[in-house]
């Protein structure tokens, strides 16, 4: 598991008190008001997460770890499901099972869809997630 640092701006508790009064700074007044719209920060600043550690208390002393564990699982689930499909689709193919190979054709063109649609899907979640860390 990575280390971790307490974090300095929230003091470990997850909830930022930077502002005057005990109060959300403004920074975290605009980091959250700009993510949840919904919700009128205006009305009460006080309870509202930290914005540096999103309101866990701590930071990841070293993000490569998990960064590495973010983006190579899935796409090794993603090639072993893929090719396992391609491999049950020959044998059922060869061996002459047409019932079987017509329910695997459903499954493994299910399967590889949604795979297709999460790496289809995922600059879409990089983009947002870069633009979080670049207001940091």
């Known amino acids: 598991m990575a280390e971790t640092i307490s974090c300095a701006h929230c003091s470990k508790t997850g909830t930022c008190e930077n ?3 005990g109060m959300a700074c403004q ?3 605009a980091r959250w008001s700009k993510r949840n719209a919904t919700f009128d920060f ?6 509202i997460p930290c914005s540096t550690c999103w309101g866990k208390g701590f930071i990841y002393k070293s993000l490569s770890e998990q960064s590495r564990f973010d983006n190579t699982v899935p796409a ?3 090639g072993v499901l893929a090719g396992l499909s391609f491999a049950l689709l020959f044998y059922l ?3 002459g099972n047409g019932e079987g190979f017509n329910k695997a054709l459903v499954f493994t063109g299910t399967l590889l869809g949604s795979i297709t ?3 289809f899907g995922a600059p ?3 983009r947002n997630k ?4 670049e207001e940091s």
């Open 93 to 95: 193919s060869h061996t």
């Open 27 to 29: 920074l975290c007044v």
């Open 42 to 47: 205006k009305a009460d600043l006080k309870g």
């Open 76 to 78: 090794v689930l993603g």
């Open 19 to 21: 502002g005057t009064g």
């Open 130 to 133: 870069q633009s979080d860390d």
């Open 124 to 126: 879409k979640r990089a």
């Open 117 to 119: 649609g999460y790496y």
